[in-house]
T-cell receptor, first 109, second 116 residues
Framework: RKEVEQDPGPFNVPEGATVAFNCTYS??????FFWYRQDCRKEPKLLMS???SGNEDGRFTAQLNRASQYISLLIRDSKLSDSATYLC??????????FGTGTRLLVSP | GAVVSQHPSRVICKSGTSVKIECRSL??????MFWYRQFPKQSLMLMAT?????????EQGVEKDKFLINHASLTLSTLTVTSAHPEDSSFYIC????????????FGEGSWLTVV
């Protein structure tokens, strides 16, 4: 079983749609959780950290369920520029980050 | 602008030769840098953790004699792929931890290695 599992997609949605991605992780001792965005053939960039209380940043909302070892990302009012691969990342602090394979999102006009 | 710079961004080398990739932290000191490898349509896989002034810690399955890591200063880590083979062709990416700002992690732009 992979340490971090994601649906690879792609998710094809029209502009303005709401889309949700899910992720599960296997190590119950994991301490930190993130969503990264990776554009084609580029380095990953931090989108947001994920906290147990849930957190929101503009159109993006992240949730963490430690009991179920499950992380989610919700994107509202999708923009064309949101098209990318979204990586679920789990870590033991910042010392070791484990990346999921990513979920690809395609937003169309 | 980029806070972690990687060089070269793309390199093509012949099978059997060695290639060096540099990772530099700009405007901050990085006591710890990380080297990842990403094959097409796969996740980033941590290869090794590079600590300034000491030996790198390699992940299971990563050959330390093939992937030489040197972290001689607080702003530079290098990864040398020795005796490269076509199966080493991949996207190599580093990240650096800014020790002065809550251990924030920054990624380099990555290096595409093609071994022919």
């Amino acid at each position: 079983r992979k340490e971090v599992e994601q649906d690879p997609g792609p998710f094809n949605v029209p502009e303005g749609a709401t889309v949700a991605f899910n992720c599960t992780y296997s190590n119950s001792a994991s301490q930190s959780f993130f969503w990264y965005r990776q554009d084609c053939r580029k380095e990953p960039k931090l989108l947001m950290s994920v906290y147990s209380s849930g957190n929101e940043d503009g159109r993006f909302t992240a949730q963490l369920n430690r009991a179920s070892q499950y992380i989610s990302l919700l994107i509202r009012d999708s923009k064309l520029s949101d098209s990318a691969t979204y990586l679920c990342v789990v870590g033991m602090g910042f010392q070791k980050l484990v990346f999921g394979t990513g979920t690809r999102l395609l937003v169309s006009p | 602008g980029a806070v972690v710079s990687q060089h070269p961004s793309r390199v093509i080398c012949k099978s059997g030769t060695s290639v060096k990739i540099e990772c530099r932290s700009l405007d901050f000191q990085a006591t710890t840098m990380f080297w990842y490898r990403q094959f097409p349509k796969q996740s980033l896989m941590l290869m090794a953790t590079s600590n300034e002034g000491s030996k790198a810690t390699y992940e299971q399955g990563v050959e330390k004699d093939k992937f030489l890591i040197n972290h001689a200063s607080l702003t530079l880590s290098t990864l040398t792929v020795t005796s490269a083979h076509p199966e080493d062709s991949s996207f190599y990416i580093c990240s650096a931890k800014d020790r002065d700002i809550g251990n924030t992690i920054y990624f380099g732009e990555g290096s595409w290695l093609t071994v022919v």
